[in-house]
């Protein structure tokens, strides 16, 4: 059975609140996360590191669940 995806913003999060820099209204703002979780080429280093991890990951149809599930795992870090 398909799970459904929660959405929350930021602000709700009170230890990602904290996170917030002054004078910005979103975490994306913040360089941590756009130098560490949404910056491509950190991206790319995460994805060859996964590619190394695990090699027949190329070939599964479902790439896109593990791209996306080392991403949360990079965000979480990022919190953590």
Do not use: Q
């Amino acid at each position: 059975m398909p799970k459904s995806l929660e959405s929350k913003c930021c602000r709700e999060i009170p230890r990602v609140d904290a996170t917030i820099l002054a004078g910005e209204s979103c975490i994306t703002a913040h360089p941590t996360f756009t130098h560490g979780v949404i910056n491509i080429h950190a991206l790319e280093i995460a994805y060859y590191w996964l590619m190394e991890d695990r090699p027949g990951v190329v070939d599964d149809p479902e790439i896109h669940r593990y791209f996306w599930t080392l991403v949360n795992a990079r965000t979480h870090a990022f919190f953590s």
